[in-house]
């Protein structure tokens, strides 16, 4: 094997100056990386969008219908229940993530005794894969038997029924989205310990407060990772909130807890109407392909680029 | 607060150097140490608190999955007046397949793991290799790749994957460990390389190295923190994936320990000591994972220590 190997190399060495054939290799490195992310994410992703102007049952070939899907779309009730519950969830859970990850990140930055150890903790949580998660919410949440209006009882706060019914079934998919904080606390900590020390000894000797020192000089100086994880967790969740809505709701009571992905998944495998999800997807991947590309367009040089 | 403690610190340093008397240190010590101590108490008892309020769903999980079976969970925390049921944890591989499925688990993580390692560093490596201008256009597409969610391509991979007879079987859920799984793996390992000095690669090109030396004899060994890294997270990445084991597997036989444990879903309250069971027995492998790299990356070779180091230091 190794001789066949040195025996093409020399071989392509009388065609290929040593210099062309050292980048010829280096391409050849870079190339499963390349044609993965062209055959997995770049062309299926243009594909859906070319999907969502034909009916297709995943059985036949695609046919071209134009605008049709996403004139069926708009009239469909449930469509327009998801985008509204899809917009809640983020608006509820994107900025109690960044909250949270914050308010960690500000008192676990300290390297001090035993930090470690407390920032383990929260991470830990954040690593449990979605189904086990989902699984081990639907029990905290079990209004009858579950450990959370166990405890809500035992402090004569009122015990709602959280998902079994309408009105707070999604606020309590969102807040257990929102407990998963570990990156963005991760994240918060790296960036609030580069913040240069002598800002906050000028502001020290200044006689400014720990108020003032946030106020002033830590809350702009991670404005641009505040808003960067925002949108994180808006792109993310609006993936990642499929499978609990999977497993704990399917999407009810009623309509509910149906948010967009798993709209998506039903109309797509369950009823074969491939067509019209990738219509609701491009038209998911529109309003947040805008989101992004606006906040990419003012956090412009707030470094994050090639040079981290 | 912590940088005047170490100024009145370095003062009562000086003063003693100058030769006062030390019990004119008292002063001080008193403004140093005291204040201090209590900003301390008060920081350790915040981040305990915290500390205690994420881990407390897991502690009680635990608990919970050793309540025996038929009884109705208890509506308080009453500790365990039926006895602890250890018999759970093998009553769950005869519910279900468990066994089989953390077998296929275990296969498909280990091999999406091997993969990524091997395409990630690659990736990385050669991006080192190349020009700036090339160097910032493969950045920028891996954190557009990034952007991308899972999600949007679902149809189409499915479509693809159903075309080429790939459903129902591993390649479709190990499809992506060809590119490295995630781009932030490659742009891990790239952000790694370029710690390495160009001059030490420059030279091993002089010398007349090939690109695979290099890889092989440089920059893997230069990295390895990061492909421990990456193996824990890819391994964690296809160990948790639901999504697309529900996706593109339909033989029961086949399925991962995260659909598997989908069946659970509905079972018995009586009986939910097993579906806690289960997903402590799923979760295990993954904590276990990331515990071990955040200690393994301390960079310490004596691992008992570190762990002791860890709880005490």
């Known amino acids: ?308 | 607060m912590a940088t005047m403690s170490r100024k009145l610190g370095e003062q009562a340093v000086a003063a003693l150097r100058r030769g006062a008397p030390a019990s004119k240190l008292y002063s001080f010590a008193h403004v140093v140490i005291r204040p201090g101590h209590t900003a301390a108490h008060l920081w350790h008892g915040a981040a305990l608190l915290v500390a205690v309020i994420f881990l407390l769903p897991l502690v009680w999980m635990t608990m919970a999955s050793l309540q025996p079976i038929g009884l109705p969970p208890a509506r308080a925390w009453t500790g365990f007046p039926a006895g602890v049921a250890w018999s759970n944890y093998a009553e769950i591989f005869r519910v279900i397949p468990l066994a089989q499925q953390l077998g296929n688990s275990f296969l498909v993580s280990t091999v999406g793991a091997g993969v990524t390692l091997l395409t990630a560093s690659w990736a990385g490596f050669a991006m080192v290799q190349m020009s700036p201008r090339v160097q910032h256009w493969l950045v920028g597409l891996a954190l557009l790749l990034l952007l991308i969610p899972a999600n949007a391509v679902w149809l189409p991979r499915y479509v693809l994957f159903a075309r080429l007879g790939l459903i129902d079987t591993y390649t479709a859920l190990l499809a992506a460990s060809l590119m490295g799984t995630k781009s932030l793996f490659v742009l891990m390992y790239y952000w790694s390389f370029r710690r390495v000095t160009v001059e030490l690669f420059e030279s091993a090109w002089l010398d007349g190295a090939s690109v695979w030396t290099g890889w092989r004899r440089l920059a893997m060994p230069l990295a390895a923190p990061t492909t421990l890294a990456v193996l824990v997270l890819s391994f964690s990445h296809y160990w948790s994936d639901f999504v697309d084991p529900l996706l593109f597997l339909k033989t029961a036989a086949r399925f991962t320990v995260a659909v598997g444990l989908r069946s659970l879903q509905q079972m018995d309250v009586t009986r939910w000591s097993l579906l806690l069971a289960a997903v402590v027995v799923m979760i295990a492998p993954v904590m276990l994972l990331y515990i071990g790299l955040q200690m393994w990356l301390r960079d310490e070779p004596d691992f008992a220590r570190r762990v002791l180091r860890r709880l005490f230091d």
């Open chain 1, 1 to 308: 094997m190794s001789l066949l190997t040195v025996q093409g190399a020399r071989a392509s060495s009388y065609r290929f100056s040593p210099r062309m054939r050292h980048h010829l290799q280096l391409w050849l490195l870079l190339m499963p990386f390349l044609a993965g992310a062209l055959l997995l994410i770049g062309l299926p992703a243009l594909i859906t969008f070319g999907l969502a102007f034909t009916r297709y049952d995943a059985l036949g070939t695609p046919v071209w219908v134009g605008l049709e899907n996403f004139a069926a779309i708009i009239r469909r009730e449930v469509f327009w229940i998801a985008v509204r519950n899809s917009l809640l969830f983020a608006a509820i859970a994107a900025p109690l993530q960044v909250t949270g990850a914050l308010l960690l990140a500000l008192l676990l930055h300290p390297e001090r005794r035993g930090v470690h150890l407390y920032r383990s903790s929260i991470y830990l949580t954040t690593v449990i894969p979605d189904v086990a998660f989902a699984l081990i919410w639907l029990w905290l949440l079990n209004p009858l038997y579950g450990p959370i209006n166990a405890l809500l009882g035992w402090f004569g706060a009122p015990q709602p029924a959280w998902l079994i019914e309408s009105g707070t079934a999604l606020p309590a998919l969102a807040l257990m989205a929102a407990t998963r904080v570990g990156e963005g606390m991760l994240l918060l900590i790296a960036a609030r310990q580069a913040l240069p020390v002598v800002y906050f000894d000028a502001a020290m000797l200044d006689g400014a407060g720990r108020w003032q020192s946030f106020r002033h000089i830590t809350w702009p100086l991670l404005a641009p990772w505040l808003l960067l994880l925002l949108v994180r967790d808006v792109v993310v969740g609006a993936h990642s909130a499929f499978t609990p809505v999977y497993i704990m709701t399917g999407g009810g009571p009623g309509y509910a807890t149906t948010l967009l992905p798993f709209l998506i998944y039903e109309e797509a495998f369950s009823h074969l109407r491939i067509g019209q999800a990738a219509a609701m997807m491009a038209v998911m991947f529109g309003v947040i392909g805008l989101l992004v590309g606006f906040v990419f367009q003012r956090t412009r040089g707030w470094g994050y680029g090639d040079d981290v």
